[in-house]
């Protein structure tokens, strides 16, 4: 199981449910398909959500949820990466934050 697990780069890994299921985080949507897909485990009847938001400080995100058997063990995997909202910089913040980082 370790090896199904690490082979991609979890966040986090804990038991949900003891001898019956495990919650598996991940940082990225794609990092989430990538692992399904390696595993072997990215079934189509496989129940998957996908979803997009705002969190309360108006930054959006996008996350998903999938709920993969593996010999009789449940996941419950998710992901939420923040998604860049295409908004620019005003002239004044860009070159305060391009002087902090050449100090």
Known sequence: MAELILLANPTAVSVHTPDVS???????????????????????????GEHQGTTDDGRP??????????????????AREYIDSGATLDPATAEQLATLAVA
């Open 61 to 78: 995100y996008r996350s998903m949820n999938a709920y993969p058997t593996w010999h009789g063990w449940e996941f419950y995997a998710t």
């Open 22 to 48: 495990l919650s598996v985080t991940f940082d990225s949507v794609t990092e989430l398909k990538s692992w399904l897909h390696l595993a072997g485990l990215n079934d189509p009847d496989m129940l998957v």
